[in-house]
């Protein structure tokens, strides 16, 4: 059971590992692009290349989903990134249980965006927890756990690849631990737990009041979606990469104190002036910023963020 990329690595490493995938689960196809045409998930086409059947019901614990997945009856489910919780009566059908592949460090960042909140508070390490699933929100015992740093530039969309390919091998761990009677559970503590909220667009807006270390993780935390922005006039911006300045800020939070090919467009903030190189400005494409301001004015002066 799984949607999107991330989970693509561990259906993978189930088919190569010689586990027999009866069926995959997916959220229904959407809409998407400016076409808005139908579009299916990444895990549903990754299935449907491997001959695997795909059920997409837009609610598995309903009676739909209940009756498919009774009907494929399973020894054990697996998911990763399935973005539905499941019911008790769904986690009663697989024998030996469900695991799930989570993309943080349990009990820390529970929740359905854990990758990017690790980039948003600032931290430097996170990893992978294979657990057993229960009615909560990533409340089970936990079965195994790797870490890896976190890039000093390492975008969300970056992270979440490399925490995708770990996971994958973390769950071929966990079978076959599972299969020799080794796995151990350890249940969390909750205590050190911590559950952050879903992502939003409004999320990505850039408060320049605040350091430029928070906004730099602010703008990786959120790229690829959903996108850090901020306002010229009633214009939006979206910028996709920020790069802190040594100097004390030269303008009021939001300034632009620099627009020029040759020193960057420059922005002032909390502590430090901060240089946008990668932005997208409306009707354009996303550039960097240096080479936008070669054919185009920006105005010094200007406070972003402001009506």
Request: hydrophobic content about 40%.
């Amino acid at each position: 059971m799984g949607t999107p990329d991330f989970a693509v690595p561990s259906l993978k490493a189930l088919i190569e590992n010689g586990y027999e995938v009866a069926g995959v689960f997916c959220q229904p196809d959407r809409p998407k692009g400016r076409g808005h045409k139908l579009a299916a998930c990444p895990v549903k086409e990754a299935a449907m290349a491997a001959g695997i059947p795909v059920f997409q019901p837009e609610r598995i614990k309903r009676e739909e989903g209940v009756a498919q997945l009774r009907a494929l009856a399973p020894d054990l489910c697996v998911t990763a990134a399935f973005g539905q919780l499941l019911s008790q009566e769904i986690l009663d059908i697989p024998p030996l249980g469900t695991i799930n592949v989570h993309s943080s460090l349990l009990p820390r960042h529970r929740g359905s965006a854990p990758i990017n909140w690790s980039i948003l508070m600032g931290e430097t390490v996170t990893g992978v927890t294979t657990m057993f699933t229960d009615k909560g929100m990533d409340t089970g015992d936990m079965l195994m756990r790797r870490e890896i740093p976190i890039g000093a530039r390492e975008t969300a969309g970056e992270l979440s690849d490399r925490l995708a390919v770990l996971g994958a091998e973390l769950l071929v761990e966990t079978l076959r631990a599972l299969t020799a009677g080794t796995l151990v559970r350890t249940p969390q503590n909750p205590d050190e737990a911590t559950y952050e909220p879903k992502l939003d667009k409004e999320l990505g807006r850039i408060d320049w009041g605040k350091t430029a270390r928070e906004i730099d993780c602010l703008v990786r935390g959120v790229t690829p979606w959903p996108g850090a922005f901020t306002t010229a006039g009633e214009q939006t911006v979206k910028v996709f990469e920020v790069v802190p300045r040594t100097e004390r800020p030269a303008g009021a939070p939001g300034e632009i104190v620099s627009a020029d090919s040759r020193r960057g467009l420059v922005v002032s903030c909390g502590d430090c002036d901060l240089e946008l190189t990668q932005i997208q400005m409306p009707g354009a494409k996303r550039m960097n910023a240096r080479d936008y301001l070669r054919g185009h004015n920006i105005d010094t002066g200007i406070c972003l963020g402001k009506a």
